[in-house]
């Protein structure tokens, strides 16, 4: 295992040190239990929205802490749900008046742990509606979940909202704009390699040098099959078939194409999949009016490609153009 690290024990400590360090001016970053907010939480009279998740997914979600976006972020162990401590602190810290809202991948611990810190804020009299992300279409049901799991329209789910919240909108529209963001996005990825988890010290999954893992989950669980690696084009293929037929897309949609990097894959490969990406989209009907093309939900080191397609309506797309100020987004500031 070779990796930028000092000990896999402080692997987490030593980066939320090095997040405090490098963006104090957008995020403050909170020990013991671990949990990020933005610099001048909590904002008064403003919705809060708090996300989370294990580490090892970086930018995701910390690096999306900041004025038009999330209020904390709760990073668990890597590749492990955070706390309900760590939840609540986070919300105790970020709530201001007017509820909090959770933005949950659909992964079982996460599920978990977020619903018993919504109990315990509930408790305190703090208003809490909790969203569940369920956007992948490769599986059903997979190694850590019951139902399809969280992943691409976390970010954009995360954006959209984090912009109506800013604008004032109430902990109920909020709510129903996530539940609108999820319905409206369908996802599905692949892995060229494994990732290697620091204290395990080995590959999650082993792979051959002709072999790819189709619909792969985001700390490496399997996908639909495994099958022989293709050119790129081909590989687009096979997420952009299922993707289009699982949501009813109608001819003259907008929508907005998400590719993002896995961790390993540089952003020239990107490039060539937003290209294919987009081309099946304009066959499709498809108008493809906006984007983001990145590494924005990683898995470590691994190789791969995820595409997330989001129709947009007017609010929608309002929303998404809307100033943000985060350590990994930035736009419109």
């Known amino acids: 295992m070779k990796k930028l690290i000092n000990s896999p024990e402080n692997v987490v400590t030593e980066a939320l040190q090095g997040m405090e360090a490098a963006h104090g001016d957008l995020l403050k970053v909170h020990f013991h239990p671990n949990f990020i907010t933005r610099a001048d939480a909590p904002v008064p009279g403003k919705v809060a929205i708090v996300s989370g998740g294990g580490s090892g997914h970086e930018p995701m979600h910390g690096g999306f802490v900041g004025r038009g976006m999330l209020d904390a972020a709760c990073p668990g162990a890597v590749f492990t749900s955070p706390t309900p401590d760590q939840v609540h602190a986070a919300t105790m810290a970020v709530a201001g008046g007017k509820g909090v809202l959770y933005i949950v991948k659909n992964y079982t611990g996460d599920v978990m742990n977020f619903q018993m810190a919504a109990e315990l804020v509930l408790a305190e009299g703090i208003p809490v509606e909790s969203v569940i992300i369920d956007d992948d279409v490769a599986v059903q049901d997979s190694t850590w979940t019951a139902g399809r799991r969280g992943v691409g329209a976390t970010v954009l789910a995360e954006k959209i909202c984090g912009a109506a919240a800013e604008a004032g909108q109430s902990l109920a529209e909020v709510a ?83 590719v993002d990097g896995l961790g390993g894959t540089p952003l020239i ?49 309002g929303l998404w153009d809307a100033p943000v100020l985060t350590p990994a987004l930035r736009k419109g500031v």
């Not at 996802?187 to 999954?205: D, E, Q, R, Y």
């Not at 490969?269 to 983001?292: D, P, Q």
């Not at 093309?293 to 797309?317: N, P, Q, W």
């Open 176 to 258: 129903s704009l996530c539940r609108k963001v999820n319905a409206e996005a369908r996802s599905m990825g692949i892995a060229l390699n494994s990732c290697t988890v620091p204290h395990v010290g080995k590959p999650t999954f082993e792979l051959t040098g002709d072999e790819m893992e189709i619909g792969v989950g985001i700390h490496g669980e399997p996908g639909r099959r495994r099958g022989k690696l293709l050119p790129a084009d081909g590989i687009v293929e096979m997420l952009m078939d299922p993707i289009l037929a699982d949501l009813p897309f109608k001819v003259g949609d907008e929508v907005l194409l998400f």
């Open 269 to 317: 490969e990107l490039y060539i999949v937003y290209r294919k990406a987009a081309e099946l989209a304009r066959k499709a009907g498809l108008k493809v009016t906006r984007n983001l093309v990145g590494s924005y939900i990683t898995s470590l080191e691994m190789a791969g490609t995820a595409i997330t397609l989001l129709r947009l309506d007017k609010e929608l797309t």
